[in-house]
């Protein structure tokens, strides 16, 4: 079939030339039964979520728990992001570094052409016009996503500023205006009269980014950060390089306000890797009475240097894909108020018998379930009845604690930037670093246990720079140099101030020694006090830690000797990171800038002093 009779072709509802020309070219090779152009409006979300329940892909919840809402279990081995099969195909494979996977442009794209050819047979092409960030931004950051799966569809309709609107302001005052194309295809071609299977997917996935030509190309997944390619894909990999190339940062934070019972007001970014805690901390409700937290976002920040020097951090974003499992009432009420509202899809959650959706951490489990792989579950089994990176994904604009600043294109000015790792030992409660190139060394070297979020071993201790390891789309060498630089660039005074911390020490039991969640406000505090200069602190070899006292602990359950163990810096745990580092800037390589170097040794100095 030429593409010129492929059915929808025609009815393109723009007169943007590169957008045509591509959109022409990818049905040549990928040869749909016919083409759709999103708009985004909610009968398309109707149609688009009705046809996914006709095809099985979706089970309609009950109206009156969960209205406008879906379930849906993603094929067993398609459940998570994919980082063996990430790739950076910089032309020089310098620019792509030590911690990505790279092959040569042209090579990877002669075999993908092969993989994409006849891949949307007897498939819908879905043309996704989207912004990231506000509509009304200065240079709005445009994208299209053409993809053949209707999951991806209904997904972005939540996760982004998708359709008319979006595609509109790709012909803004009459110019052609540049956007980053992604081309996605599940690679499960359907076969005249054959069963289509509930989540078609491709054993062979192949999730890859051209940074010079702001291209993505992924192929054989469905799921969340390999499909909805306006998130990782987009928003922090190439995103990453052009905010290289301009003067900016794109980071994996979550941004929040935090009004104290003063009414003073500030505004916070944190970096932890994935599940890690960035959702719950950006939907914080408070244990400290007076104390306010607004949502800005959840997973990531783009920040840009105002006219007055100071930081400005924008969520790209227009929903939450949230981790549910440990999701409930007592550690995320606002997420589970914004999930109650519906127009909301979980993917590999449990359902209930009466169409309601369950999994670990939301209370007591039912006497049977239908389970994430589809089967009969009960309590009495050892199956976990919820993948542990089953999601909930739900749109922003019906949290109840979103700041009325969240979708400002100005952004809001940073006071304190947190990063965070998963670590059962070593890492204290919180850390504040000396200056902003130490701060940079603590994200730099930022450590943390591997989750389910991505496939592969989980539980396992890895270097996870500013949480950004799997999503730096350039060499981390030149991130981190990039940070340093960001900094210099700035007014001293207005910069953010950088602070370390680990929610997740264990005691000798395996028990956690913070209880987390809400009682964070307390670690908040402390570091805003920091900034106002009214907290308590001892100076340690590797940053400014709170004396036990120094931490507000009024009303707070829990014993004097997990504080202690929360606050604890052990020297000799310490060491023993020292080779840990110093392999982990081995492999980074000649880019590594030297104030690193410098800083490694000026900690293993204070260790030994
Ligand atoms: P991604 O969406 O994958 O980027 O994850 P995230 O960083 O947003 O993590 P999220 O907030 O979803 O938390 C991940 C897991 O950690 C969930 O099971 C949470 O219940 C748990 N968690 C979050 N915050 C805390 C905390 O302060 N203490 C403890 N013990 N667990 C936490
Ligand atoms: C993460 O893994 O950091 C996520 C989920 O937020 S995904 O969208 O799959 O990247
Ligand atoms: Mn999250």
Redesign the pocket.
């Known amino acids: 079939m030429t593409a010129t009779t492929i059915p929808g072709l025609d009815s393109a509802p723009t007169t943007h030339q590169g957008l045509l020309t591509w959109v022409r070219e990818t049905a040549e090779l990928t040869q749909p039964a016919r083409i759709e152009w999103v708009d985004g409006s909610p009968e398309e979300w109707t149609r688009i979520t009705d046809l996914l329940v006709d095809n099985g892909t979706f089970v309609r919840l009950n109206d009156a728990k969960k209205p406008n809402s879906f379930w849906c279990a993603s094929d067993p081995t398609d459940v998570a992001r994919v980082e063996d099969r990430t790739f950076i195909c910089s032309r020089d494979p310098k620019d792509a570094g030590a911690t990505n996977n790279w092959m040569d442009p042209d090579d990877m794209k002669a075999i993908m052409v092969e993989r994409f050819r006849d891949s949307m047979r007897g498939r819908t092409m879905y043309v996704l016009p989207y912004c990231m960030g506000p509509l009304d931004a200065d240079e709005p950051m445009l994208g299209a996503e053409i993809t053949d799966s209707a999951y991806v569809v209904a997904s972005m309709h939540i996760m982004t500023r998708l359709g008319s609107k979006a595609l509109e302001l790709f012909t803004k005052d009459g110019v052609e205006q540049t956007f980053v194309p992604g081309l996605h295809s599940i690679g499960a071609p359907l076969e005249a009269g054959a069963k289509d299977a509930a989540w078609p997917c491709n054993d062979t996935k192949y999730i890859v980014h051209f940074p010079e030509e702001r291209l993505i190309w992924s192929y054989g997944s469905g799921y969340g950060g390999n499909a909805l390619l306006g998130k990782k894909c987009y928003s922090l990999r190439i995103a990453s390089v052009k905010a290289r190339d301009e003067g900016w940062l794109a980071e994996h934070m979550l941004i929040a306000k935090v009004t104290s019972p003063e009414g003073v007001e500030k505004y916070i970014a944190a970096a932890?890797?994935?599940?890690?805690?960035?959702?719950?901390?950006a939907m914080l409700e408070p244990t400290l009475p007076g104390w306010k937290v607004e949502t800005i976002g959840?997973?990531i920040a783009w920040i840009r240097i105002g006219e007055d020097g100071r930081f400005y951090a924008v969520n790209p974003e227009n929903g939450f894909?949230?981790?549910a499992?440990?999701?409930d009432y007592h550690?995320?009420p606002n997420a589970m108020r914004t999930i109650e509202k519906g127009g909301s899809i979980f993917t590999n959650v449990a359902l209930t018998d009466d169409g309601d959706i369950w999994w670990e951490?939301i209370g007591e489990a039912p006497d049977h379930l239908t389970s994430w792989k589809q089967q009969d579950w009960s309590p009495e089994g050892s199956e976990l009845a919820a993948h542990p990176n089953s999601r909930y994904c739900t749109p922003i604009h019906q949290c109840d604690t979103r700041a009325p600043e969240w979708d400002d294109p100005k952004g809001v000015p940073l006071d304190a930037i947190f990063f965070g790792g998963r670590r059962r030992d070593t890492v204290p409660l919180v850390t504040e670093a000396r200056d902003w190139q130490h701060g940079v060394f603590m994200g730099a070297t930022l450590s943390s246990e591997t989750t389910a979020?991505a496939t592969g071993a989980v539980g396992v201790v890895r270097r996870d720079p500013m949480a950004m390891l799997p999503f730096i789309g350039y060499n981390a060498g030149d991130y981190f140099a990039h940070w340093i630089a960001t900094g210099k660039g700035a007014d001293a005074d207005k910069l953010p101030k950088i602070f370390y911390v680990n929610?997740?020490r264990r005691d000798e039991n395996g028990a956690?020694t913070w209880p987390?969640?809400g009682e964070?406000i307390r670690v908040i505090k402390w570091a805003l006090e920091r900034i106002a200069g009214t907290a308590a602190a001892v100076d340690t070899p590797i940053g400014r830690v709170p004396t036990p006292e120094a931490i507000d602990t009024d009303g707070l359950d829990m014993s004097d000797e997990h504080l202690r163990a929360s606050l604890a810096v052990d020297v000799e745990e310490w060491r023993a990171e020292l080779p840990l580092i110093e392999e982990w800037f081995d492999k980074i390589g000649a880019a590594l800038p030297s104030t690193m170097r410098d800083e490694l040794a000026a900690l293993r100095q204070r260790l030994d002093g």
């Open positions: 932890f890797p994935s599940a890690c805690g960035k959702t719950n901390l959840d997973d894909f949230g981790v499992p440990g999701t550690t995320n951490g979020a929610w997740f956690f987390g969640f964070n």
